[in-house]
């Protein structure tokens, strides 16, 4: 049960609006810790895994529940990346054009490759597990060799 605990604690953490950009460098790490719950023996700390990859998915994809939140954010980053700049925008292509999309057309989705320039080190991890899965797709959950439990 401490793993089902901790999970969703991390849950609230990345749920919770109020964290913001303090958390989300911790994106790679915890998105490594949902995934690998997903084959744990216990249904609970599957379910738990889940639901914190939700939330990590929420917090770092635009979607419909999120984009007002992601809107502002993105807009109040671009322009603290300007100020910070001189103006020039350096590198706000990623928060700025990000926020302009949201703001001029609405689109509330992100790209593979907006979600994988941001947080590089999930592409390898992923497509690592997709393959260990793929491996043995009919195996029982917990018993995926490419993983251990979260808890």
Request: aromatic share 6%; glycine share 14%.
């Amino acid at each position: 049960r401490v793993g089902v605990h901790a999970l969703n604690v991390l849950r609230l953490i990345f749920a919770d609006a109020m964290a913001g950009e303090a958390v989300s460098h911790h994106v790679p790490w915890a998105a490594q810790i949902a995934v690998r719950g997903f084959d744990h023996g216990e249904w609970a700390v599957r379910n738990s895994a889940m639901m914190l990859f939700t939330a990590l998915l929420q917090r770092t994809v635009s979607n419909q529940k999120n984009a007002p939140a992601v809107a502002s954010s993105l807009t109040v980053m671009a322009a603290a990346n300007s100020a910070s700049t001189g103006g020039g925008g350096g590198g706000g292509e990623e928060e700025g054009g990000a926020a302009a999309r949201l703001a001029a057309t609405g689109d509330d989705g992100a790209t593979a490759a907006d979600f994988f320039t941001r947080f590089p080190t999930l592409a390898p991890f992923l497509l690592a597990e997709l393959g260990a899965a793929a491996v043995d797709p009919g195996s029982d959950p917990g018993t995926h060799a490419g993983s251990g439990g979260a808890g």
